[in-house]
Nanobody, 130 residues
C-alpha cells in the first residue's frame, strides 16, 4: 500500500509556471511507476486526462501530446517524491491534478491508461487565468 499526497497547485496567469509535487508514504521507494492525470471542471473521474508518466527507475517518461514541450515529469526516489514542472500554462490547463501509482511494471503503451493505476492521491487544484 502506498499513500499519495499532491501539493503545489494554485492560481496562476496564463504563461506562468507551477511545480506540482506528489509525496508517497507507506511502501514506497522505487516500487511504483508514477503518473499525473487531470480532471477538468465538469468532467467525471473516469474522464481524467493523462498528463505524464515516469518509470520507477526514472529512465522512461511519457507525455500527452497536449502538454508535450511544456511539462516535465521527474522523480526523486530518495525523497519518495514525483514532480511535474508546468510551464507556459494555458487556461485549458485548469483542472484538478492527480498523482497515480502502479505497483505493476507498465509497458510504454500502458502509461496513459487510467485503469492500470491502483493508487491515487486526492488531487491539487490548478487554475490558470487568461
Amino acid at each position: 500500500q502506498v499513500q499519495l499526497v499532491e501539493s503545489g497547485g494554485g492560481l496562476v496567469q496564463a504563461g506562468g509556471s507551477l511545480r506540482l509535487s506528489c509525496s508517497a508514504s507507506g511502501r514506497t521507494g522505487s516500487r511504483y511507476d508514477m503518473a499525473w492525470f487531470r480532471q477538468a471542471p465538469g468532467k467525471e473521474r473516469k474522464e481524467r486526462e493523462f498528463v505524464a508518466a515516469i518509470s520507477r527507475s526514472g529512465d522512461s517518461t511519457v507525455y500527452a501530446d497536449s502538454v508535450k514541450g511544456r511539462i516535465t515529469i521527474s522523480r526523486d526516489n530518495a525523497k519518495n517524491t514525483v514532480y511535474v514542472q508546468m510551464n507556459s500554462l494555458k487556461p485549458e490547463d485548469t483542472a484538478v491534478y492527480y498523482c497515480a501509482a502502479s505497483a505493476a511494471t507498465l509497458l510504454a503503451n500502458e502509461y496513459s491508461d487510467f485503469g492500470v493505476y491502483g493508487y491515487w492521491g486526492r488531487g491539487t487544484q490548478v487554475t490558470v487565468s487568461s
